[in-house]
């Protein structure tokens, strides 16, 4: 898992097969909340890229999943916009990152 330190998410999923992207805050105790359970799945998928990203601090990279609440969850496959959720239980993520990942 890592965390984004510049406003270039669109690059991280044109160049990997399988993104999966938690929108997060430093103010969002939900996201503080989902980020261990968030790096337990990417330890669980290591084939596929696992990116926090600051959605205050890059614009541009929130606009790729339409970002508008947090904490939200994305997924990107081969350069394109899968899906998103906007949730703090583990359950909706996981059903969000299996989408991605079986097939």
Known sequence: ??????????EIVNSNNRVVVQYMAGWCGNCRLMKPKFKKLAQEHEDTTFILVNAEKFPESRKLAKVDNLPTFATFKDGEFVNQVQTNKLEPLKALVDEVTSN
Request: glycine share 0%; charged share 40%; hydrophobic share 30%.
């Open 1 to 10: 898992m890592k965390e984004l330190d510049q406003d270039n998410l669109q």
